[in-house]
């Protein structure tokens, strides 16, 4: 344990932001499970739908700063290949 009260203070912090990270990068995974598994039972409507709120989630972890903006590009361009194989 730190002995300094900033440092004390930085341990307090960073657990906070440690479970919010948690909490969006879990949800980002729910949706993303939910996304893919429409794509496996091949409902277009219903994986249309779950590709918009994923995408969403997505976003938002951006603007959080859970994700970084490129592993977004690359989770969406990838969630975008599977909608597109699922319309084909």
Not at 10 to 17: A, C, E, T, Y
Not at 29 to 43: A, L, R
Not at 44 to 73: C, P, R, S, W, Y
Request: proline residues 1%; aromatic residues 4%.
């Amino acid at each position: 344990m730190p002995n300094i009260k900033s440092a004390m203070k930085r341990v307090k912090v960073i657990k906070v932001k440690t479970l919010r990270n948690q909490m969006i990068k879990s949800a980002l995974k729910t949706y993303i499970k939910k996304f893919e598994n429409s794509v496996v039972e091949g409902d277009i409507e219903k994986a249309n739908a779950a590709f918009k709120m994923a995408v969403k989630k997505i976003d938002q972890a951006v603007a959080k700063g859970t994700l970084h903006k490129n592993t977004a590009a690359r989770k969406k361009s990838q969630l975008s290949r599977k909608l597109k194989s699922l319309s084909a």
